[in-house]
């Protein structure tokens, strides 16, 4: 926020009147979509290209970490199952009111309290969107909490200290404490997502609809039946549990491949209606089998790999229209402070200042991804412009330098052997020391997995382990398919060794995503369920809390400052997050939605 607004105690306030100020000129804030209503019968198809390597693979929309990423939902489940409150108008990643279930939210009692209005709409099966669906998620999330990625310690559910039906279409919810209004409705209310309630509180397949959400016991079952269900992949488009939506689109073809075929949903409620009679998403296990497809002229919305960059003349000659779709994001490697070898070493704050001097941002994004991408040196997407960087993180703290790595491991006791493996000399704790834990002759080899498939992410994985080489780290580099990638980043289980080899893992990107305001408590808080590494510092959860509790910016730079000096994880560049390869023949996908959520009914074909 850019300041600070008054609450007066028993007075409502709006959230759009809270955080009126916060974006000044920008405009960011809640903002309004323009919308129409189609004039004939949904016809034509488009087809999508998903992530390669990563097609959907969870439709129950209360996923765990394995399943928290865009394929599962900004292009799969939202799609049928619409969130509380819906995000992004144009460019930029801010409250969309049009197309949100609820009006806004209205913050009283100074800032405990919060009272939402449910708009009218309509589960498919022709039940209305109630509170008591709201009630519903929330009890599945609250008796599952550990098994839910978006899970932070001390954050929703558990900020909730009671949630009162007060009509079918009005809810309140007591907080714990006061909250920022904009951060509680960004980052927590953003997390909401009505359920079918009368469809799916159920503990099997045979049993009757009831209300077995309202003991913690009933919920722990409903949830692990609608997540076995959610495990058959093979039923998705015949499992009736699925049809129940009240998204615009409703799925009709399914297979454990990734292809995704969607039809209009006739009963949708919300403001634009599909205009398409089919979206049909295909998977790829590569980026090059991908851009064969577009040249052969086989998909409506594609993207182009970076190493084809030079193609560009000869798609716009083909009529496609070449758009960089740039995301709401941040990227950096996954650092598992779990692991009980490599953790003593990771721990020590001068390694990782030392590995972050060995990574050439600016020569990655001119030389690999050619310009279609950025340097990123700390937790704030510097992009799409936004009031939040600092000039700490957008200017970064640990530019290249080898000379420099090599010089802060020597300082610390450590040999270090350029082209081959550094080691420590002078184990233990104290000054000019390795650090405690780290003993004699331990070696800087550390395994790091990356997404396969995508020849840019291999080429820079590359030449990162070039210059890592520089300071004698051995980076040992092994490619995995995204979906076999997320099932490694888990924390260590001692008991069953789940969790413990891994060191160092590219996950690609972290989309601030349902967590829109980048306060990053879902990434680098103490236990969050998307903190597999156990990454967790006092100062952090400090800075974190009082970002939380305030509508200030100035509690967020101190939270982004910290960490881009601490390095929770290694930053590295954030490529666009596609360059999209748009067909002339579709209309309505341009601009593009920086939380990588498509909307498709949006879209309309020609010609």
């Known amino acids: 926020m850019l300041r600070a607004q008054r609450e007066r105690r028993g007075r409502p306030l709006a959230v759009a009147v809270a955080a009126a100020a916060v974006m000044l000129a920008s405009g960011w804030g809640v903002a309004a979509a323009r919308t129409s209503r189609p004039l004939a019968a949904p016809s034509g198809t488009a087809t999508f290209a998903e992530i390669p390597g990563a097609p959907p693979n969870y439709i129950f929309p209360l996923s765990p970490i394995q399943y928290f990423n865009i394929n599962n939902f900004d292009q799969f489940q939202y799609l049928m199952f619409r969130p509380l409150y819906w995000f992004g108008v144009?460019?930029?990643?801010?409250?969309?009111?049009?197309?949100?279930?609820?009006?806004?939210?209205?913050?009283?009692?100074?800032?405990?309290?919060?009272?939402?209005?449910?708009?009218?709409?309509?589960?498919?099966?022709?039940?209305?969107?109630?509170?008591?669906?709201?009630?519903?998620?929330?009890?599945?999330?609250?008796?599952?909490?550990?098994?839910?990625?978006?899970?932070?310690?001390?954050?929703?559910?558990?900020?909730?200290?009671?949630?009162?039906?007060?009509?079918?279409?009005?809810?309140?919810?007591?907080?714990?404490?006061?909250?920022?209004?904009?951060?509680?409705?960004?980052?927590?209310?953003?997390?909401?997502?009505?359920?079918?309630?009368?469809?799916?509180?159920?503990?099997?397949?045979t049993a009757p609809i009831g209300n077995y959400d309202m003991t913690a016991k009933g919920a722990v079952a409903v949830y692990t039946y609608l997540a076995k269900q959610a495990s058959q992949l093979a039923t998705y488009a015949t499992n009736p549990l699925w049809q129940v939506v009240d998204g615009p689109w409703h799925l009709t073809q399914f297979n454990t491949l990734g292809n995704v075929e969607f039809a209009p949903n006739p009963d949708y409620s919300g403001p634009v209606r599909p205009r398409l009679a089919h979206i049909v998403e295909v998977p790829f296990t590569n980026d090059t089998a991908e851009f064969n497809a577009v040249r052969a002229g086989e998909l409506t919305y594609g993207y182009l790999p970076t190493q084809d960059i030079s193609q560009i003349p000869y798609l716009r000659r083909r009529g496609y229209q070449v758009v960089p779709w740039i995301a709401w994001e941040i990227s950096y490697f996954l650092t598992n402070y779990t692991n009980p070898t490599a953790a003593p070493i990771l721990k020590q704050l001068y390694i990782r200042q030392a590995m972050e001097s060995l990574i050439d941002q600016p020569a990655y994004v001119r030389d690999i991804y050619k310009g279609y991408g950025?340097?990123?040196?700390?937790?704030?997407?510097?992009?799409?412009?936004?009031?939040?960087?600092?000039?700490?993180?957008?200017?970064?703290?640990?530019?290249?330098?080898?000379?420099?790595?090599?010089?802060?491991?020597?300082?610390?006791?450590?040999?270090?052997?350029?082209?081959?493996?550094?080691?420590?000399?002078?184990?233990?704790?104290?000054?000019?020391?390795?650090?405690?834990?780290?003993?004699?002759?331990?070696?800087?080899?550390?395994?790091?997995?990356?997404?396969?498939?995508?020849?840019?992410?291999?080429?820079?994985?590359?030449?990162?382990?070039?210059?890592?080489?520089?300071?004698?780290?051995?980076?040992?580099?092994?490619?995995?398919?995204?979906?076999?990638?997320?099932?490694?980043?888990?924390?260590?289980?001692?008991?069953?060794?789940?969790?413990?080899?891994w060191v160092f893992t590219d996950p690609g990107y972290w989309y601030f995503a349902p967590d829109y305001y980048p306060t990053g408590g879902e990434i680098y808080g103490c236990g969050s369920g998307s903190n597999p590494g156990g990454y967790c510092n006092p100062t952090n959860q400090s800075n974190i809390a009082r970002s939380h509790a305030s509508n200030s910016l100035q509690a967020l730079y101190s939270y982004e400052n910290f960490l881009t000096l601490n390095l929770p994880t290694l930053f590295v560049p954030v490529p666009d997050n596609t360059i999209s390869v748009i067909s002339d023949h579709l209309h309505g996908a341009v601009p593009q939605n920086p939380l990588t959520t498509i909307l498709p009914e949006n879209w309309t074909l020609s010609g």
């Open 90 to 205: 144009g460019a930029k990643p801010v409250l969309n009111q049009s197309l949100s279930l609820a009006d806004l939210p209205i913050y009283s009692d100074g800032g405990r309290v919060v009272t939402i209005t449910l708009k009218p709409y309509r589960w498919s099966n022709g039940d209305p969107v109630t509170s008591r669906d709201v009630e519903f998620w929330m009890n599945l999330v609250t008796a599952n909490k550990a098994d839910w990625a978006g899970y932070v310690p001390g954050d929703y559910p558990d900020n909730v200290r009671a949630f009162r039906v007060l009509s079918p279409t009005r809810f309140s919810m007591t907080l714990t404490r006061p909250f920022g209004s904009f951060w509680f409705t960004y980052n927590e209310l953003s997390q909401l997502t009505p359920i079918p309630q009368r469809a799916w509180d159920k503990t099997s397949t």
């Open 374 to 501: 950025y340097a990123n040196y700390g937790p704030v997407p510097i992009k799409p412009q936004s009031p939040y960087v600092t000039p700490l993180e957008r200017d970064g703290a640990y530019p290249y330098n080898p000379a420099h790595a090599r010089a802060l491991l020597r300082a610390h006791g450590w040999t270090v052997h350029p082209n081959g493996v550094t080691s420590c000399a002078r184990p233990g704790a104290g000054a000019g020391r390795c650090g405690a834990g780290i003993a004699s002759g331990a070696g800087l080899q550390f395994p790091l997995y990356y997404y396969a498939g995508v020849v840019a992410e291999a080429q820079v994985m590359e030449a990162m382990k070039s210059s890592f080489s520089y300071a004698g780290i051995d980076l040992m580099l092994k490619g995995v398919p995204g979906n076999e990638l997320t099932t490694e980043e888990v924390p260590c289980d001692k008991k069953t060794g789940t969790g413990c080899s």
